[in-house]
């Protein structure tokens, strides 16, 4: 018995080692690239695989896990936070701040997402200000959206030019336009399509017909200049 089970012992141990350092190299930290200092093109970064992929974009801040990782050309992009800006391909001038903000933008440009998931499903949309817990979160197309407070116009898809102002405004709202509500809660009960309300402080809704999605392009903001303000390192 004695022989049995020390042959066992020799046995099994290499294989639980073995096993283990599998496992070690399968995981997601095991793989992470610490990225930290100033890179080329005036691009500065810290977290693990921040900034990863970029190759030509320029002016770029990636701080935090996954910041910016998918990034290639995208320019003047802020990320800060766990997996800020994560698909960004392209898009630039967009400030993201705290947990998986603009999580699914690649192309959007000039939007800024300050809160945990705020603007998490904005593909392309540009000029959007999402301020708050999950503020503007299902959002994909929309443009020149702003959303101030905790899941404010949290349900917008396509919508563009609305206004929200406080905790839950324009709730339901999914693609209607040229809103403004000011309030907690206000305009939360309203259909998604409805174009008039008033509710809590004060929700004023108006409506443009005439205007299309079409609109987005006209006076799109372009990047600015590269070196305006400076490089963010000392060059070497």
Do not use: Y
């Amino acid at each position: 018995m004695i022989r049995l089970t020390q042959f066992k012992n020799t046995t099994i141990l290499p294989v639980l080692i073995g096993l283990m350092l599998g496992c070690f190299a399968l995981s997601p930290q095991a793989r992470a690239a610490c990225q930290r200092g100033c890179l080329t093109n005036e691009n500065t970064v810290l977290g693990d695989d921040a900034l990863l992929n970029n190759t030509i974009g320029f002016e770029n801040t990636a701080v935090g896990f996954n910041a910016l990782l998918s990034n290639t050309t995208g320019l003047q992009n802020t990320a800060i936070g766990f997996s800020a800006l994560w698909s960004n391909i392209d898009g630039f001038g967009n400030t993201a701040t705290g947990l998986n903000p603009l999580h699914d933008n690649t192309i959007g440009n000039a939007n800024t997402a300050n809160g945990a998931n705020a603007l998490f499903h904005n593909t392309s949309g540009d000029n959007n200000t999402a301020i708050g817990f999950i503020a503007l979160l299902a959002n994909t197309t929309g443009f020149d959206n702003t959303a101030n407070g905790a899941s404010a116009l949290v349900m917008n898809t396509t919508g563009f030019d609305n206004t929200a102002n406080g905790n839950n405004a324009l709730l339901l709202n999914r693609s209607g336009s040229d809103n403004i509500a000011l309030g907690a809660s206000a305009a939360k009960i309203s259909p998604p399509e409805v174009t008039t309300s008033i509710s809590a402080i004060l929700a004023v809704v108006t409506t443009s017909p005439e205007r299309s999605a079409s609109a987005k392009t006209e006076g799109r903001m372009p990047p600015l200049s590269r070196g305006f303000p400076g490089p963010l390192c000392p060059t070497a």
